[in-house]
């Protein structure tokens, strides 16, 4: 049944999908003093070991692995795995996951630095992601039309270094939003039409410390924004004028907290 799924699985890769997919059971077998004693057996999922995801890769050096796709379907939650034939994910490849339009949540293993472009794009029924400290880069269109995504948190001490163009424009429902201090870039448009954002926060200890970190339209028509906790040393102002929050709300209606490092707004 796996090979009709997939007949291009080898024999170590069916031997990894049968023993993933098996339930440890007890059982009762006699010790041979007449009495019995309890042993623990893998019982074959069968229906799990076939349902499986057979995923589309690329090795990277010598013990690195890129999801590049799969023919499975998501319904509910989706776990990307932390090692495949032995590898380690650290890259998902662009448009891996695209239109998964029945995904509601992704767990990503802490091993994952980086995701492609429109690696996520359009998986309209996805409602919160957690970004593991690992990821550096989050690519362009990553997360582009993801419009029912409500939740979107980063890990302690992350690494991220860039949000890619466009990474999550039009996630309309998204209301929170926290930059990790390590990003330095925010690419154009990289938020524009999450109109349902209200509060905006750059951690701590920011790494965008000039304004060029932030490209044109990163913020545009968040027309719900009433609060930004800035805590970067320079940053563009938030009148109708500037690029970055083009069309966002009213710089009169928006709540600034100026966090003690920042030297001054440029407008």
């Known amino acids: 049944m796996l090979l009709s799924v997939n007949p291009t699985l080898t024999g170590a890769e069916l031997k990894d999908i049968i023993v993933d997919n098996t339930d440890n059971i007890p059982i009762t077998v006699p010790n041979g003093s007449g009495g019995t004693t309890t042993q ?12 499986t995801a057979i995923y589309e890769t690329t090795d990277i050096g010598t013990n690195e692995i890129q999801i590049d796709g799969t023919d499975h379907i998501f319904d509910g939650k989706l776990t990307i795995p932390t090692t495949i034939n032995g590898r380690t994910v ?7 996951f695209s239109n998964q339009n029945l995904c509601e949540e992704i767990v990503f293993p802490e091993s994952l630095e980086i995701i492609g472009d429109s690696a996520f794009e359009n998986c309209t029924s996805l409602t919160e992601i957690h970004i593991p400290s690992s990821v550096t880069e989050i690519g362009d269109e990553a997360f582009k039309g993801c419009s029912n995504l409500t939740e979107l948190t980063f890990g302690d001490d992350s690494d991220l270094y860039s949000i890619g163009v466009s990474a999550f424009y039009d996630c309309v429902r998204l209301e929170e939003v926290t930059i990790p201090a390590s990003v330095v870039f925010i690419r154009k448009s990289a938020f524009e039409f999450c109109t349902g954002m ?20 990163a913020f545009a028509y968040c027309q719900s924004l009433s609060e930004i906790n800035y805590n970067v040393r320079a ?17 009169a209606d928006i709540q600034l907290n100026i966090g003690a490092e920042v030297a001054g707004i440029l407008d």
């Open 40 to 51: 623990t057996v893998k019982k074959l999922n069968a229906f799990t070991a076939v349902s």
């Open 90 to 96: 650290t890259k998902i490849g662009n448009s891996a």
């Open 198 to 217: 209200e509060t905006l926060t750059f951690e701590e200890g920011s790494s965008l410390r000039y304004a060029f970190g932030l490209e044109d339209n």
């Open 235 to 251: 940053l563009v102002g938030v009148s109708s004028n500037a690029s970055v929050f083009a069309m966002a709300r009213d710089s």
